[in-house]
């Protein structure tokens, strides 16, 4: 075979191969694995340049389609309701009128398929809970609820405020979605599926979810959002519990089939923190010719409430160390070939041991060929994700994939047998059994993929894409073993190849991005020095709780001072300062107390809180948390929302901008069972006048900038913080505050 060597230099057009390119991988389909992947590795560099969009020329609504991008490549997709702009160096995606796939999006291409083709995107997704529904609550209460607001102002001063700033203009089409989507008015379903990132084979696609390979993420209620992979025929789940923070995610090809990756701040919940990325998923089987790079929303926000997704940067590149069958892997091997087994070197990794029994390689793939065999594999640290092809004949003997693996006496083990699958664990020689799922098994006479997610504490397992157990296993026992095994029982000569073990791989739990797939650090920022501190201790002796206005903050030169509201915080003489309120009597509406900050540019505070009551339906509401203000007619809260109407908690925040707060502006997440009644949690949030970022016990839950919510808005000064119970459908009924730190 005679291979062209008039390729040139590199395209800045990556949209499609050169012909002679093309004829390469043309006859490279004819070849086995291996060999691609070594034509590849010498000629990739060389036929296909970076595409890279950072969106830093602005455009106005329904005008982006069309554009050039930062290199000159054409903005390709869909934005039937001209929802799609640039500002502030980002793109940005509105809310739709009428939700659904097909009508905003960004796409680039055509690209022909090559190995090691990644698309890399950086970016803020709305609301990672978002739905397509229609709006129950009647127009007219609606209305006078926005005329009311937080009733933190009169009506009057709402109203003239919101005609004087051209901040609050877009109400007027926020009006007429809620019209749209009123339950009467309401045409379309009830979507789920609000975000798809990834490679498609059309263009503008009627389900992009449906083909291609894709990270798609999902509303999930209580626990905010869902990340789901495309697998085979059909969606995977990765986890649960996607918070609203900056993410990257990263899709890498393959011949046949794709890698998912992504990544967000450190410790942020089923994510690896930038720089590094954690694979969340393989795919096997795709093989689109042509496909399209780039995202498609299909829903934002939730019942009417306004909040916009922003794409800071996206790039596609041929990375010509992962044009590999197994990409990222720490260990892999396809198994094929012939000869026993035993001490034979891994394609990527150590050595082969065999702790029992008989191996054998073969053109089909590795078998066992004696009664019982077990083989295990080391690797340089624990695995983050595994990934096997399983081929089974009728009736197949036993088999399992181990991982987790510390020799031959602890291990955990994934088992196929009978037509149903079996979770088990080793421990000191015994084995247990610990779930049964009969719903699933080997399917005979094909290839079954086989996967396992393990990010150390909580691991999850699946059988051609579909979540085995209906369920993620939270378990730390053997989390630091670092081998991978196979195993087969009940084998022998008659039926050595019932069942063949292809294409294991193996990646690390964190994986570093590569260095041309990085868009931008997310933002994270914390304080360094100790400004202010109050544990709010005395007045014990007092013969009822003192009210906090005019109490001295002890480390720190201020008063605090009570800047809203008609009710009152008191210092309990416990530690403690206690919104006095009750559920037969609650808080009468917003209230904040503030002490005066000498850092404008920035602030980190934090504050232990315990909403009230001990459970559900008690009638309490948490509404507690923090507070940055500039003046009356700016300022930000961040606070806790708990209550029986919903069967979860969350983090909102609320914007208090040039005299008016949009409370359909509010930002929230999600976050289960993080926030309890009479359980003590710390919130921490970061704020430097334009971005902010909010946790709950060092979690990272919440992000936002100004910008993304009112593209004109300036950056704020920050004169005073402090603490609020907020208004948020509902007012707070006596949540405590303790040990509040405030660091510049």
Not at 415 to 427: H, M, P, Y
Not at 680 to 702: C, H, K, W
């Amino acid at each position: 075979m005679k291979f062209s060597t008039a390729l040139g230099p590199k395209s800045t057009q990556p949209s499609a191969l050169s012909a002679d390119t093309s004829n390469v991988f043309m006859e490279a389909g004819q070849m086995t694995d291996q060999t691609i992947d070594q034509i590849i590795g010498q000629i990739i560099g060389q036929t296909i340049g970076q595409t890279r969009d950072i969106f830093s020329a602005e455009c106005p609504p329904g005008q982006v389609i069309g554009t050039q991008s930062t290199e000159g490549l054409t903005r390709q997709g869909a934005d039937v309701e001209k929802v799609i702009s640039i500002d502030n160096e980002a793109l940005r995606i509105q809310p739709l009128v009428n939700p659904g796939w097909g009508r905003a999006g960004i796409v680039y291409g055509p690209y022909a398929r090559v190995p090691g083709l990644a698309l890399s995107v950086f970016m803020l997704n709305g609301h990672n809970t978002s739905e397509g529904n229609s709006i129950e609550e009647t127009l007219k209460g609606r209305f006078f609820r926005w005329l009311r607001g937080s009733e933190a102002n009169s009506i009057s001063h709402r109203l003239w405020h919101w005609a004087l700033s051209p901040l609050h203009r877009p109400s007027l089409k926020q009006f007429y979605r809620w019209i749209r989507n009123h339950k009467g008015r309401f045409k379309g379903g009830y979507i789920k599926e609000n975000l798809a990132v990834g490679w498609f084979p059309d263009k503008v696609p009627v389900d992009p979810t449906a083909a291609g390979n894709s990270i798609v993420i999902r509303a999930n209620g209580p626990e905010n959002g869902e990340l789901w992979t495309r697998q085979g025929k059909g969606l995977s789940p990765a986890f649960k519990g996607l918070q609203n923070l900056q993410t990257y995610y990263v899709v890498i090809l393959r011949s046949q089939g794709a890698a998912y990756y992504a990544a967000s701040v450190p410790k942020a919940n089923g994510l690896s923190g930038f720089p590094y990325m954690r694979l969340v998923g393989i795919d096997a089987y795709s093989q689109d010719n042509s496909v399209y790079a780039g995202l498609y929303q299909s829903a934002l926000g939730q019942v009417g409430f306004r909040v916009d997704t922003r794409v800071y940067g996206l790039h596609t590149e041929i990375l010509p160390e992962l044009a590999t069958w197994y990409g990222t892997a720490q260990a892999a091997d396809a198994l094929t070939g012939e000869g026993g087994l035993e001490d034979t070197l891994a394609e990527v990794g150590e050595r082969w041991r065999v702790l029992q029994g008989e191996f054998q390689r073969t053109a089909k793939g590795l078998i066992a060929i004696a009664q019982d065999s077990v083989t295990v594999l080391a690797m340089p640290e624990p695995a983050g994700a595994i990934h096997v092809l399983i081929s089974a004949q009728q009736q197949p003997p036993t088999c399992a994939l181990l991982w987790r693996n510390q020799g031959e006496d602890n291990t955990w083990g994934l088992f196929f047998e009978n037509d149903q699958c079996q979770l088990k664990l080793k421990a000191d020689g015994q084995w247990s059994q610990l779930a049964v799922d009969s719903r699933y098994g080997l399917r005979p006479e094909c290839s079954n993929a086989v996967q396992v997610l393990d990010d150390g504490s909580t691991f999850s397992l699946y059988l051609e894409g579909a979540l085995l157990f209906d369920q993620w296993f939270v378990d730390t026992r053997l989390q630091n073993a670092a081998q991978v095994g196979l195993a087969v029982f009940k084998a022998g000569e008659a039926n050595a190849e019932a069942i063949a073990f292809q294409k294991l791989e193996a990646h690390s739990r964190h994986i570093p991005i590569p260095s041309a797939l990085k868009l931008g650090v997310p933002w994270q920022r914390e304080g360094s020095h100790l400004l202010m501190s109050d544990s709010f201790q005395g007045n014990l002796g007092d013969l009822e709780p003192r009210d906090l206005d005019r109490r001295k903050i002890e480390l720190g030169d201020s008063d605090w001072r009570k800047e809203i509201g008609a009710g009152r915080m008191v210092v309990t003489g416990e530690g403690s300062v206690q919104v006095q309120a009750s559920a037969q009597q609650p808080n009468p509406g917003r209230l904040a107390y503030t002490v005066a900050w000498p850092n404008p540019e920035f602030a980190d505070l934090s504050v232990d809180i315990v909403p009230p009551g001990t459970d559900r339906q008690q009638g309490e509401k948490g509404r507690a948390g923090l507070i940055f203000w500039q003046d009356p007619d700016h300022y930000i809260t961040i606070s806790h929302w708990l209550d029986d109407t919903y069967g979860g908690a969350s983090l909102s925040s609320f914007f208090h901008i040039s005299g008016f707060e949009e409370i359909y502006d509010a930002v929230w997440t999600n976050v289960d069972k993080r926030i309890l009644w009479g359980k003590q949690s710390r919130l921490r949030v970061t704020f430097d006048g334009m971005n902010f970022m909010a946790y709950i016990d060092g979690e990272p839950l919440l992000y936002r900038a100004l910008s993304d919510v009112y593209p004109q808005v300036k950056q704020l000064s920050i004169q005073r913080v402090g603490l609020v119970a907020n208004w948020e459908w509902g007012n707070d009924t006596g949540s405590l505050f303790s040990r509040f730190v405030a660091k510049a």
